[in-house]
């Protein structure tokens, strides 16, 4: 891509690469509030919108696009505030999830994506996904559906006490902006088989400095535990409507070494999915795709093109 068209902010954090696996072209969307989101749009066919989550970015989901754009349209939106999406302050932007799923629908308005959408989530991606479902759900056809929550803490599963600092305590807070505790964390915790070098430094690249990890940190302290909470009516809500999908495709995806989103959330899942075709892997953590792309790619590739819309 010729950097006279990238955003100031993908031009920054692609100049740290090359990254292994990503040789796709960004492009950008401009909010109305100026700020410049990050997205990519592969391949032509299906839509396959993909979700990531907190401290990641589009390029957790690189294997996918790379093993469906010969046949769907991928699409895969960088967060405001991660990867390679401006990254303001909180004067700027208010970093919650209905600013997030505003942001998703505003996108999808300007891409003309249809009616016919597969949704792929992980972590975050699915409070953001199901939460823009719950105006939009008669669009969605078809899920992919990886180490993520689409309902609030299940009551057996205790908050793990690394959210729990970086949510509520001013400790925390400094460790994820200062230290970059919870993107570097994430590289090296989040997986079973170890990151390359190449991989650990891409993943990290947008979050680089106190001002650029803004929304790693605002990410955690959004988190729904009880009514009160700013995304806890959506959370809410989304869970009590996720029996509604059952009627269609759905595949599970699952790392059981993923010390949040563990068997708690994917019992819940399969609960209200019992249809659902799943993959579950002892031996993965939460980057699943990181420890399993090589299985599930095909697997989910397969899924895809057997359901098709």
């Given at each position: ?17 090359p ?25 032509e ?5 993909m ?21 769907y349209r ?22 919650t ?5 505003q ?9 003309d ?8 989530v ?24 990886l180490n ?25 807070a ?11 964390g994430?590289?090296r ?35 729904p ?7 806890w ?15 269609r ?13 563990d068997h708690?959330?994917?019992?819940g ?27 599930l ?13």
């Amino acid at each position: 891509m010729n950097p006279t068209t990238l955003s100031a902010e993908q031009a920054r954090v692609l100049a740290k690469g090359p990254f292994p696996d990503y040789p796709f072209t960004p492009k950008s969307f401009v909010h109305p509030n100026g700020l410049a989101q990050s997205y990519l749009d592969e391949g032509e066919g299906d839509p396959v919108l993909m979700l990531h989550g907190n401290p990641s970015w589009s390029y957790y989901w690189r294997h996918l696009v790379l093993g469906l754009r010969d046949d769907y349209r991928c699409i895969v939106p960088d967060h405001i505030g991660m990867g390679l999406s401006d990254k303001p302050d909180d004067k700027a932007y208010s970093y919650t999830l209905r600013s997030r799923i505003q942001d998703l629908d505003r996108l999808l308005t300007h891409l003309d994506v249809g009616d016919d959408l597969t949704l792929a989530v992980h972590d975050w991606g699915g409070m953001i996904g199901f939460g823009w479902a719950l105006k939009h759900g008669a669009r969605i056809k078809r899920l992919v559906i990886l180490n993520t929550a689409s309902f609030p803490l299940p009551a057996s599963k205790p908050l793990p006490w690394q959210l729990k600092l970086g949510r509520d305590y001013n400790l925390g807070a400094i460790a994820i902006r200062g230290f970059n505790a919870f993107a570097a964390g994430a590289t090296r915790q989040g997986v079973v088989r170890k990151m390359p070098e190449d991989v650990l430094k891409a993943y990290e690249a947008p979050y680089d400095s106190w001002k650029n990890r803004i929304s790693t940190l605002r990410f955690v302290q959004d988190i729904p535990l009880a009514p009160g909470d700013r995304a806890w009516d959506l959370v809410e809500e989304a869970g009590k409507r996720l029996a509604s999908y059952a009627d269609r495709p759905a595949y599970l995806g699952w790392g059981l070494q993923d010390f949040v989103f563990d068997h708690h959330f994917l019992k819940g899942f399969e609960e209200a999915l019992p249809r659902a075709e799943k993959q579950v892997y002892e031996d993965a953590g939460h980057y699943v795709l990181e420890d399993k792309h090589e299985l599930l790619v095909p697997r989910i590739r397969d899924f895809l093109d057997r359901n098709l819309l």
